[in-house]
């Protein structure tokens, strides 16, 4: 079992930047990848980002260049830092972890951008 839970949200303008944090606890050797996902109104949950044990990071197309994905092994915190938001990035932010071939997710954590 792995538990996630995300912090960092808020409210920004549009323009600012927000970081959000995920600290995993329970099994956090088992997992294989992070990462986040976002969940507007009456839309479907959509990927944003992810990150390997090995490092390796993926990004969705439409927040590429704009979002970053790190960790830190040390303190198994997983951060998406997130610049030149926009209103339309609004939405639920949501931590993901995969182990053992199995999905976890937080809580999720609100980012509204104000015009």
């Known amino acids: 079992q792995v538990q996630l839970v995300e912090s960092g949200g808020g409210l920004v303008q549009a323009g600012g930047s927000l970081r959000l944090s995920c600290v995993p606890s329970?099994?956090?050797?088992?997992?294989?990848?992070m990462g986040w996902y976002r969940q507007a109104p009456g839309r479907q949950r959509e990927y944003l980002a992810a990150i390997s044990s090995g490092g390796s990071t993926n990004y969705a197309e439409s927040v590429k260049g704009r979002f970053t994905i790190s960790r830190d092994s040390v303190k198994n915190t997983v951060w998406l830092q997130m610049n030149s938001l926009k209103v339309e990035d609004t939405a639920v932010y949501y931590c993901?972890?995969?182990?053992?071939?199995?999905?976890?997710w937080g809580q999720g954590t609100q980012v509204t951008v104000s015009s």
């Open positions: 329970g099994s956090i050797f088992s997992i294989n990848v």
């Open positions: 993901n972890a995969r182990a053992n071939g199995l999905p976890y």
